[in-house]
């Protein structure tokens, strides 16, 4: 069972070996948590897989879903897709900042389908519909980030007060492991990608955590359990399939396993932590996109590694497949 929580920094004590000093708390029952997805979308395939796992997860409810860096009408067109088969054309979509025209391997999926298409409410202002989501909530909004963050600096620096409003999970940085879980750490993507912007998110004043390269970087389904996916006959299912065998080639991989799911543990730790070690550690972001660990950086939650990845492995598939 995935239990709700709200993680509350207490004080006093201090935790061995830096882990974090942290209270869990049930969330109200039947009250779902209120999230924003910003995702780079139609780049790496983990987004996509992502998005299904959040879609059919009930712990969460899904405000408004962003593309961020490059093409992100391309990406938004691959995001409406998706929630027309998922028949949530409730949610919103916000278009991001366009920084460049570059689209990826999964245009081929939605090369027939408009934006214009989508009967929910699309947001040109990608950045002033997350604004204003967080800032019209009556409730605090955690906001999933699974990509680069100039969308997420950008609304900052616009409206600072977003960061007293919410909270940040992010799929971020290498602490002690690059990756395939390589001791040597790395320049991780959505870090590296725009530095400048992440040392902006990574010193706001808001509650913040991450799955660095050290947890999510482990993250794949083999075996029975991919199986269990790639067969499953709903909608949702076959069109994450369509979309993983698209950005794969149509090779022979994506009829045996799941490339890395880095994402995944990011929409998992919006909703819960049960599964991971958390520690709570200084982190600053370098000019190069290091995330090194500085005791005088902003304090922030890393899940460092995995309790029970199995059983998050089991978790991803039942969410995928309902």
Known sequence: ????????????????????????????????????????????????????????????????????????????????????????????????????????????????????????????????????????????VTLISIGPVPNISAALAREPRIAARARFVGMHGSIRRGYDGSPQIAAEYNVKRYPQSCQQIFTAPWEMTITPLDTCGLVRLRGDKYARVRDCKRPLAQALIENYRTWAGYKEVAEQESSVLFDTVAVYLAMAQDLLTIERLGVRVTDEGFTVLDDRAKQINCATEWKDLLAFEDLLVERLTR
């Open 1 to 140: 069972m995935v239990s709700l929580w709200l993680g509350i920094p207490c004080s006093g004590t201090q935790q061995p070996k830096g882990e974090c000093s942290m209270v869990t708390k049930a969330a109200p029952a039947g009250k779902p948590i209120p999230v924003i997805l910003d995702t780079d979308i139609g780049t790496d395939i983990d987004d996509t897989w992502a998005l299904v796992m959040m879609l059919n997860s009930p712990e969460l409810d899904v405000r408004l879903i962003v593309t961020d860096t490059d093409d992100t009408v391309y990406r938004a067109r691959i995001v409406a897709k998706i929630l027309q088969i998922a028949g949530r054309t409730d949610i919103p979509i916000g278009v991001g900042l366009q920084l460049s025209q570059q689209r990826g391997p999964q245009e081929p999926w939605v090369k027939d389908y408009d934006l214009a298409q989508y009967p929910g409410p699309v947001h040109h202002d990608g950045v002033g519909a997350l604004i204003d989501t967080i800032m019209d909530s009556s409730d605090p």
